[in-house]
């Protein structure tokens, strides 16, 4: 069945960079859509960002855009996210999903001083 | 921006009816999906592509669409089924994705 995991989560001062990865396996990842979604402490979920299948396609939320960069390497089945610049505001579990039906379980970033 | 618009709050007796709606747009166009929430645990969806409900999910669970609006419906709605319940699409263009706010249901 379809496993997702997160990592590299963590604490970070505003301003720096933080990457994320998802490692993919029970599907083939080069066939899905893959996304991020995150959600902060106490409030709902947000769509961050979205892969095509071979990575030529990528959207973005207007909250992360410009700072935040999708990627995807179908030889390692792995999604990762690239942040930088981070914000205060931008504190949250953040999501991999496949298709939007499938989610990991999330890793906890959190931007502060 | 895009936005889906849920009611904050809902409840139901136990074995009665939930209904909750989310309002769109770019929903007679673009597929609702629905996502249930329980405390501290990652979403589930529970629909998909309007009606379809992904195996393991209980036959109480569906969903419809009507114009604008996407329903999810809980018959005979359960204690467990306590939870927060999110909406999701796309915008009219299919490459941006949005989730409504959010409806707690609960449950008693």
């Known amino acids: 069945q379809v496993h997702l995991v997160e990592s590299g989560g963590g604490v970070v001062q505003p301003g720096k960079s933080l990457r994320l990865s998802c490692a993919a396996s ?6 899905s859509d893959m996304h991020w979604v995150r959600q902060a402490p106490g409030k709902g979920l947000e769509w961050v960002a979205v892969i095509s299948t071979d990575g030529s ?10 700072r935040f960069t ?19 505001e931008d504190t949250a579990v953040y999501y991999c999903a496949k298709d939007v039906a499938d989610w990991g379980q999330g890793t906890r970033v959190t931007v502060s001083s | 921006s895009y936005e ?6 809902a409840s139901v007796s136990p ?4 209904r909750i709606t989310c309002s769109g747009d770019a929903l007679p166009k673009k597929y609702a999906y629905w996502y249930q929430q329980k405390s ?4 589930i969806v529970v629909i998909y592509e309007d009606s379809k409900r992904p195996p393991g999910i209980p036959e109480r669970f569906s969903g419809s669409g009507s114009g604008t609006t996407a329903t999810l419906t809980i018959s005979g709605a359960q204690v467990e089924d306590e939870a927060d319940y999110y909406c999701y699409s796309t915008d009219i263009s299919g490459n941006h994705g949005v989730f409504g706010g959010g409806t707690k249901l609960t449950v008693l």
Do not use: E
Not at chain 1, 57 to 66: F, H, I, L, R, T
Not at chain 1, 70 to 88: E, G, Y
Not at chain 2, 40 to 43: D, L, N, S, T
């Open chain 2, 40 to 43: 501290g645990q990652a979403p």
């Open chain 2, 15 to 18: 074995g009665q009816t939930a």
């Open chain 1, 57 to 66: 396609n990528k959207y973005y939320a207007d909250s992360v855009k410009g």
């Open chain 1, 70 to 88: 999708i990627s995807r390497d179908n030889s390692k089945n792995t999604l990762s996210l690239q942040m930088s610049s981070l914000r205060p």
């Open chain 2, 4 to 9: 889906l618009t849920q009611p904050p709050s």
């Open chain 1, 26 to 31: 029970g599907f083939i990842f080069s066939r």
